[in-house]
């Protein structure tokens, strides 16, 4: 086991892990003379009598749409990074790819384009790309591709293997699901899991997903067809590769470990990068360059290996079983002398430290616990969580060891049985990623007195008490500033919230572009909507703030949900900040028969992507939902005309990340609130309010139930960073008369039940 140095080592190593001896089959770009693109000629072909006018059945003329692809193409022409903001209806998406398509034609440069989400991914390449090469006439030659993570590929060969294996490797209704697969994949045109219509099990696409350190590469009998080497291969070949966040990091890791800036790596070179969403780069970079341990992973480890009598380590036997050398039968002794009792003690022991790590979790009142500094202090160690860690540890060492051993004996020798080999790969593999296991759990809760900085925090993640450990660095923007932004020649992040209180210092100061080596070029570029006809933005001042009396807030909130519910007849997203809050809103408004009238749809109790196919269908749904729900979702037209936010969307001052956050602005003589705290519920209230008006002709109503935005000097300047809708606040029951005329509607009331 590698002992680790620092945080941001170990998290490269576990990714390099991921994608070691994986160059994409590309040299790196030669450089020759740039040729300058004219902005104003590029922007053109946006404007009314452009290419794109002509191919578009429902142009839109959007001036700032031009003058943002203008700011693209001069950070192209001169360098640099950019912050540009793009307002919602902006049409963003088209201000920077159609530099980069003319980038491209003009150069022979490649761009990266990174996006938050596969979904938007997919929409560039499969919709967005094809349509501006073909309205391009002098693009018809640029060529684009996806590229996703390896684990989002299935594997033709791994999945003959699981289906020959299949009676001992997996259950029956595991064996059903792969042959669904199977079906699938003969008619699948890229091998991605979003392409499956109902995603299988997690522990069964384990079993067939593209994995790199058991890829045989040019060995394997279906690389020519392999949907990952396809994918990489046109990656290779591409103009403009369109990325993800994690994946952009990923390779950013491998790179920085390898001190390889000008090669292939995880995605092939590039010298243009434009950042999609720009506002999740923080976060994705903090998912790479941290690390994260918890049960429900270790447990899919040890199932894979021993699953109720079936899986990896039982397939072994069977095989080893059937051996007449020498070798075999060495190899079958080990396996259930050393391996089959190592499963077992690693996963005991696993268990038990797990279980004093919810015990300590207990002892709060939340569901998550940051560990100071001094956590080797806490009473927990005296009751047993260092012996726990250090025998886990030591079981995990030798289980690795152990399965090592059995895979070069088995490796060595000079049969050929394929079966066995993908066994041994398959057993390398699991020893791998229960090493990088055993190496999260000493960052997290045993880090040297050498390690850099960082959060550390438990924290229970779903049900069934999975804790998880996590470290991550606290201070990522020396990192985003070295090994991206310097790396490149341009650089274009865009979002349509960047800026707050009106400028982008917060953002710059998060990338590391606060001028001490990078000072970004900034423009905010407005939504064409006419919000002040488009949206009415409403405040009630007569109910008690959140942070004053939580109990009567929450019936507050519920009565504004009825009011406005009934003003619009439906079609209202309802925004909290936690699940609890939207569990409970659903639990009050079925007692309360609102339920009846309209389609409430909650959170949590289907996918996404269901629940608003649901929403847009019903025409007058009423949707309570958190996270994910306050961004990235687009329900334009009539569907949706009402949008409730429960409350100020400020972190919790006690998130882990938050609160390190805020110690650390303190120590240096800031002001947390002001520097962290208040820029991150700007950004986060402009996505909430963004869900609202999605095209010209939208109109609706927003009720922030939070009186704060109007009594605290701090919500003026909230109010300030939102766009320019008309504005009322006052006491609830006249303001839910201005929405009955702004709707149209009165009606009747519902009595709505807060127990």
């Not at 057993?427 to 007195?449: F, I, K, N, Q, S």
């Not at 629940?611 to 569907?639: C, H, K, M």
């Not at 705290?677 to 922030?704: E, N």
Request: proline share 5%; net charge negative.
């Amino acid at each position: 086991m590698i002992a680790p140095l620092d945080l941001v080592a170990a998290a490269t190593r576990m990714v390099l892990d991921d994608y070691a001896d994986q160059a994409l089959p590309a040299e790196a770009e030669p450089r020759r003379e740039i040729r300058v693109l004219d902005p104003s000629e590029v922007a053109a072909d946006l404007g009314p009598q452009g290419p794109v006018a002509r191919a578009m059945q429902r142009f839109e003329d959007r001036p700032t749409q031009r003058a943002m692809a203008h700011a693209v193409v001069n950070l192209y022409n001169n360098g640099g990074v950019g912050l540009l903001e793009a307002g919602t209806g902006v049409g963003k998406s088209l201000g920077y790819l159609i530099p980069a398509l003319r980038w491209a034609a003009a150069n022979g440069e490649r761009t990266v384009v990174s996006t938050n989400t596969i979904n938007l991914q997919e929409q560039l390449v499969r919709k967005d790309l094809p349509f501006l090469r073909d309205a391009l006439s002098s693009e018809q030659n640029v060529r684009f591709a996806l590229l996703k993570g390896w684990r989002n590929y299935l594997c033709k060969l791994r999945l003959a293997q699981a289906t020959l294996l299949g009676p001992t490797l997996v259950d029956d209704d595991a064996n059903a699901a792969l042959e669904e697969i199977r079906a699938w994949s003969e008619t699948t045109e890229d091998g991605s899991l979003s392409d499956l219509a109902t995603p299988p099990r997690s522990e069964v696409w384990d079993e067939v997903a593209a994995e790199p350190d058991l890829c045989t590469r040019n060995a394997c009998p279906h690389f020519q067809d392999c949907f990952l080497f396809r994918a990489r291969r046109e990656a290779a070949q591409a103009d403009v590769v369109v990325v993800n966040h994690h994946l952009l990091m990923s390779d950013v890791a491998v790179r920085r470990a390898a001190g390889n800036w000008d090669d292939a790596a995880v995605i092939p070179p590039y010298t243009r990068l434009v950042i999609d969403e720009g506002h999740h780069l923080e976060d994705a970079a903090s998912a790479h360059l941290g690390v994260t341990t918890s049960r429900r992973a270790l447990q899919r480890l040890f199932g894979r290996l021993d699953r109720r009598g079936r899986g990896l380590v039982h397939t072994l036997i069977e095989r080893l079983s059937a051996s007449q050398d020498l070798l075999g039968t060495a190899s079958l002794d080990v396996v259930n002398q050393r391996i089959v009792p190592a499963v077992r003690g690693s996963r005991e022991k696993s268990e038990l430290l797990f279980d004093l790590l919810l015990a300590v979790l207990h002892t709060g009142a939340a569901p998550v616990m940051r560990m100071a500094d001094d956590f080797a202090q806490h009473p927990v160690w005296k009751g047993g969580l260092h012996i726990a860690l250090t025998d886990l540890l030591r079981e995990l060492r030798v289980l690795g060891e152990s399965m090592t051993l059995v895979s070069d004996r088995l490796q060595s020798a000079d049969r050929r049985d394929d079966t066995l080999l993908m066994l041994v790969n398959e057993l390398r593999a699991v020893a791998r990623r229960l090493d990088g296991a055993a190496e999260g759990l000493t960052l997290a809760l045993r880090p040297p007195a050498t390690v850099e900085p960082m959060v550390r925090w438990l924290e229970v993640k779903g049900r069934e008490g999975n804790v998880a450990v996590t470290a991550v660095p606290l201070d990522l923007a020396p990192i985003l500033r070295d090994d991206l932004f310097t790396r490149v020649r341009t650089a274009v992040v865009t979002s349509a919230t960047l800026g707050t209180e009106g400028d982008f210092a917060f953002v710059a100061r998060r990338f590391g572009l606060d001028g001490s080596a990078i000072t970004p070029v900034t423009a905010a570029f407005a939504s064409p909507f006419d919000y002040a006809s488009q949206a009415l933005l409403v405040v009630p001042t007569d109910i008690p703030a959140p942070n004053e009396d939580a109990r009567e807030h929450f019936a507050s909130v519920l009565r504004i949900i009825e009011g406005t519910a009934r003003a619009a007849m439906g079609g209202m997203f309802v925004l909290f900040t936690s699940h609890r809050d939207v569990r409970a809103a659903a639990e009050s408004l079925r007692a309360s028969g609102l339920a009846d009238e309209f389609t409430l749809l909650v959170h949590g109790e289907d996918g996404r992507d269901a629940l608003l196919e649901r929403f847009r269908q019903s025409g007058n749904a009423i949707l309570l939902g958190t996270s994910s729900y306050w961004e990235g979702v687009d329900v334009p037209g009539s569907a949706l005309r009402a949008l409730v936010i429960a409350r100020l969307p400020f972190r919790v001052p006690s998130e882990p990340v938050t609160a390190a956050q805020c110690e650390a602005i303190t120590a240096r003589g800031g002001d947390a609130f002001g520097e962290y705290m208040l820029p991150h519920a700007s950004l986060r209230l402009k996505q909430g309010f963004g869900r609202l008006i999605r095209t010209a002709s939208d109109r609706g109503a927003i009720v922030i139930a939070d009186p704060r935005v109007i009594s605290k000097r701090y919500g003026r300047e909230l109010l300030r960073d939102l766009p320019p809708a008309r504005r009322m606040s006052g006491a609830w029951s006249a303001l839910e008369r201005q929405l009955q005329r702004f709707y149209g509607t009165t009606g009747p009331k519902y009595s709505i039940k807060n127990d």
